[in-house]
């Protein structure tokens, strides 16, 4: 039986990753310190004879006894919420947080794979963005310590790759949503469910043309998991490449909830991305991967585990 470290596990996509590879047959120990994680999005898991947790912070030295066949570092804080109240954490998590674990794959001879994101893209000037496109990042702005601490995560995890011969994955992920995303975490699929749901004014920032995909979660895990079997070490794209733009999707969400809200314009942050869309090609051709679920059955699932 193969064994996976996950940092992040207790996370939105770290949760529902620890929950897939128990099913296709890992031992799986999961570890988090909680600082964005919620430890009940585990707590079903914790009678699997398959599964531990580690509570850490993976920015401090990482100890692990058991031998690791994979290590998958998707720990970071993640939401525009947690730019402005824990910068320097989620700087940490993407430069000492990759360091320890690309050191503890190298030490354990474990295949790695580094959670990057669509944000190293920045505001990009290219639609849809691939892999090749270098970005347009404001590396000192409010959302600079998420961009480029992924962007500094992917140039290590290439070194080890080029120099150690570590035999690393980048995916870069566009917007995902699913049950046990946070509900607080201020992005715009659960800012949007629970102002509909409470009859709240929607707030959709800017004039809502700005465009995002949406890509369900179990598409990603898939796609995450044919990734880490691959033979691939260049960065890929996982995302749904339907554009919508905000306005319309605040409409969606409105009609699937049976919303009275009204919808309210507030000023565009700072630095935030006009366009984003995955260009998904190299996904396609070296993974076999694309999304299957349909954006308004996503999002009823979605509702329907909100209104829990």
Not at 17 to 44: P, S
Not at 95 to 106: C, D, E, K, W
Not at 120 to 140: A, I
Not at 250 to 259: P, Q, R, V
Request: proline share 6%.
């Amino acid at each position: 039986m193969k064994t996976v470290l996950i940092t992040g596990g207790a996370g939105f996509i770290g949760s529902h990753l620890c929950e897939f590879l128990l099913d296709k047959g890992y031992r799986v120990i999961a570890m988090d310190n909680l600082i964005t994680g919620d430890i009940r999005n585990i707590r079903h898991l914790k009678h699997n004879k398959n599964f531990s947790y580690i509570h850490h912070d993976v920015s401090k030295h990482i100890v692990a006894n058991e031998d690791l066949d994979f290590v998958l570092h998707f720990a970071s804080p993640a939401s525009p919420i947690d730019y402005q109240k824990i910068p320097i954490q989620t700087l940490k998590a993407g430069s000492l947080g990759t360091h320890n674990t690309l050191g503890l794959a190298l030490a354990k001879n474990a295949k790695y794979m580094l959670a990057s994101t669509s944000e190293v893209y920045g505001d990009p000037l290219v639609n849809p963005q691939p892999e090749s496109y270098f970005g347009n990042v404001n590396p000192v702005g409010i959302r600079g310590c998420y961009d480029e601490a992924k962007r500094f995560a992917e140039a290590l995890a290439m070194a080890y790759h080029r120099i150690h011969k570590l035999d690393t994955k980048i995916v870069r992920i566009f917007n995902t949503y699913g049950p046990r995303m946070r509900k607080n975490d201020g992005r715009v699929v659960p800012n949007f469910i629970t102002q509909s749901l409470k009859n709240k004014p929607i707030t959709v920032y800017g004039n809502g043309k700005q465009t995002r995909s949406f890509c369900y979660v179990s598409d990603l895990i898939n796609g995450i998991s044919k990734l880490m079997t691959s033979n691939v070490n260049e960065p890929v794209n996982l995302g749904n490449p339907e554009e919508h733009t905000i306005l319309k999707f605040a409409e969606l969400i409105k009609e699937l909830t049976n919303s009275k809200s009204k919808i309210v314009f507030k000023p565009l942050p700072l630095d935030d991305p006009h366009v984003r869309c995955p260009g998904i090609t190299k996904a396609k051709k070296l993974l076999k991967w694309q999304p299957k679920v349909e954006l308004k059955e996503g999002l009823q699932k979605t509702i329907g585990w909100f209104k829990k």
